[in-house]
Every structure is written in structure tokens, then in C-alpha cells.
């Protein structure tokens, strides 16, 4: 079976600071897709992030990076230097190869202070 | 760039009242899913459908009908509506593996 769990329910940091989402996943596929999704306060859901299992590499765009380490099967989201914006519930998924389910986690809350 | 639309926004229902959430996406993906978010609980999906004249139930499919008639087109049917559907409802759509694009969300309040 396939699970997605973010321990964290709400983190609170200063404007500026680096902040770190935590996700830990089940999954028997030995391909598999996992996600971050931002929703802000407005409600919707927004695509940031889509890492492969067998991508070689952790990456950066902007100020996200990505850590995906398959022996503790983790898949953290880090925002450098957060901000006020980035105040919104953030959604790890997984999904597998050939499938069409995607599970999701049940979210966590960010809250950026200025 | 219409992605996924889904409509209405808001609604407000009576109890025992029903309506439908419409949805559609322009992206020629095969997978189209409906799913119902609560405070707490992440999102659950409600029914799905892997391509036209397919549909399946998700993890909560109870009160609700779907059908899908065309690649682009996934309403969902509430039939009779109950306070306990009062929640935010999203529609999606990908191609496998890939990543899901969700609508903008619809706030229904059962009263």
C-alpha cells in the first residue's frame, strides 16, 4: 500500500529564515513520482515541485530546493529565506509508475511572520 | 492557459438538494479525478476516471455519481445533498505518472 505522511501539522518561522517541510512515503513501486503542492490561503492548489525515483540528482529552483533520500524514504521541501507569501499549507504526494493514484499527505501548515 | 475549470465557485444547497460540480480540462490527459478536502484530513478522493466511459470509486464515493463522456468533461453529481458534504471539492486531471493540475476549487455549503 502506498502512504504519504507529513508529520509536521504547523510550522512557524521569522521572514528570512530557512524552513524545512518534511515528508516520508511507502511505496512497493520501484518507480515512483513524488510531488509538492502549495495551497495558499485563497484555496488553491498549486503544482511546485515533481521529483522521478530514479533521478540522480537533488535540485534547486529559486529559492526551493529538494532533498529525496530513498533509504529513509524522505522527500523534504526547504524554502530559503522565507517570506510572507509563503505563508500556505504545503501537500506532499506520491504517485507510481502506470498507475493513476496519487496519495497525498495530509499537509502542513506554514506560517511565515514578518 | 484554461488547464483545469471547474465551476461553480461557491454554492449553498439545502439539504436534499442536488446539483452538479462541472469540470473540464483542456490538456487531452486521460486521468480525471474528483476529490473532497476537510480540515484535517488532506485530500480524499471521491471517484475517478482513466478515460473516457470509465469511472471508478475512490476513497469516499458515497452520495456522489460521476460519469464521462468525453476526454474533456468529469462532472460530478451530488444527489441528494447532506450537511456532511459541506467541503471544499477539487477537480484534477494528468496522464500517468505525471504531474496532477488541479481546478481552482469549489466551496459547497450544505445547510
Known amino acids: 500500500a502506498q502512504k504519504v505522511t507529513q508529520a509536521q501539522t504547523e510550522i512557524s518561522v521569522v521572514e528570512k529564515e530557512d524552513v524545512t517541510l518534511d515528508c516520508v512515503y511507502e511505496t512497493r513501486d520501484t518507480t515512483y513520482y513524488l510531488f509538492w503542492y502549495k495551497q495558499p490561503p485563497s484555496g488553491e492548489l498549486v503544482f511546485l515541485i515533481r521529483?522521478?525515483?530514479?533521478?540522480?540528482q537533488n535540485e534547486i529552483s529559486g529559492r526551493y530546493s529538494w532533498n529525496f533520500q530513498e533509504s529513509t524514504s524522505s522527500f523534504n521541501f526547504t524554502i530559503t529565506a522565507s517570506q510572507v507569501v509563503d505563508s500556505a499549507v504545503y501537500f506532499c504526494?506520491?504517485?507510481?509508475?502506470?498507475?493513476?493514484?496519487?496519495?497525498f499527505g495530509t499537509g502542513t501548515r506554514l506560517k511565515v511572520l514578518a | 492557459n484554461a488547464g483545469v475549470t471547474q465551476t461553480p465557485k461557491f454554492q449553498v444547497l439545502k439539504t436534499g438538494q442536488s446539483m452538479t460540480l462541472q469540470c473540464a480540462q483542456d490538456?487531452?490527459?486521460?486521468?480525471m479525478s474528483w476529490y473532497r478536502q476537510d480540515p484535517g484530513m488532506g485530500l480524499r478522493l471521491i471517484h475517478y476516471s482513466v478515460g473516457a466511459g470509465i469511472t471508478d470509486q475512490g476513497e469516499v464515493p458515497n452520495g456522489y455519481n460521476v460519469s464521462r463522456s468525453t476526454t474533456e468533461d468529469f462532472p460530478l453529481r451530488l444527489l441528494s445533498a447532506a450537511p456532511s458534504q459541506t467541503s471544499v471539492y477539487f477537480c484534477a486531471s494528468s496522464n500517468t505518472g505525471n504531474t496532477i493540475y488541479f481546478g481552482e476549487g469549489s466551496w459547497l455549503t450544505v445547510v
Open positions: 521529483r522521478n525515483s530514479f533521478d540522480e
Open positions: 490538456m487531452n490527459h486521460e486521468y
Open positions: 504526494a506520491l504517485t507510481g509508475s502506470g498507475t493513476y493514484k496519487y496519495i
